[in-house]
T-cell receptor, first 109, second 113 residues
Framework: GDSVTQMEGPVTLSEEACLTI???????????LFWYVQYPGEGLQLLLK?????DKGSNKGFEATYRKETTSFHLEKGSVQVSDSAVYFC????????FGAGTRLTVKP | EAGVVQSPRYKIIEKKQPVAFWCNPI?????LYWYRQNLGQGPELLIR????????DSQLPKDRFSAERLKGVDSTLKIQPAELGDSAVYLC???????????FGSGTQLSVL
């Protein structure tokens, strides 16, 4: 069945460092791809999405491009902030949403 | 507008006891999901409803878990009897259309002792 695989964490970075969290997917069709974020003490919320190949989703300085040729949807940010500390989940789906295991990011001042 | 509402927020029970979780999705959202999230892992789909119909319950352990969504609005997830391994956060989510983002509730954290 459809699934996503995320890079294992945790990831610890200094403020203003570059971030990449890898995500690859397996799907029989052409699902939408998502990144969700869970801040400490809060519920899951959508960070960004892409609905078809070559689409780029972006929000809050984060970006991810739907790469059909490499079946990837890596999350990137050029300069992270302490407030970006959270758990990030890659997900795919159209009818059913499937989530990766999550990557915990800690940004230190 | 209210988001997805779940209750209770926390539940502590002894093994073999029954437990139920309640979810009220966003108004107008026909699709409702129940997920289970174990500590340090991503949410795992248990069941998906389209209105009052369960269209994907392949991951629901049917020997002890049951769910219903009467009238296609609120939903209840039940475990009877609970086992130690059922300790997790149970999340409810809803969406207004296929391929659209999910709106999640705060979850119910279940501890089975």
């Amino acid at each position: 069945g459809d699934s996503v695989t995320q890079m294992e964490g945790p990831v610890t970075l200094s403020e203003e460092a570059c971030l990449t969290i890898n995500c690859t997917y397996t799907a029989t069709g052409y699902p939408s791809l998502f990144w969700y974020v869970q801040y400490p003490g809060e519920g899951l919320q959508l960070l960004l999405k892409a609905t078809k190949a070559d689409d780029k989703g972006s929000n809050k300085g984060f970006e991810a491009t739907y790469r059909k040729e490499t079946t990837s949807f890596h999350l990137e940010k050029g300069s992270v902030q302490v407030s970006d500390s959270a758990v990030y989940f890659c997900a795919l789906g159209y009818n059913d949403m499937r989530f990766g295991a999550g990557t915990r990011l800690t940004v230190k001042p | 507008e209210a988001g997805v509402v779940q209750s209770p927020r926390y539940k502590i029970i002894e093994k073999k006891q029954p437990v139920a979780f309640w979810c009220n999705p966003i108004s107008g959202h026909n699709t409702l999901y129940w997920y289970r999230q174990n500590l340090g892992q991503g949410p795992e789909l248990l069941i998906r409803y389209e209105n009052e119909e369960a269209v994907d319950d392949s991951q629901l352990p049917k020997d002890r878990f049951s769910a219903e969504r009467l009238k296609g609005v609120d939903s209840t997830l039940k475990i009877q009897p609970a086992e130690l391994g059922d300790s997790a956060v149970y999340l409810c989510a809803s969406t207004g259309g296929m391929g659209e983002k999910l709106f999640f509730g705060s979850g119910t954290q279940l501890s089975v002792l």
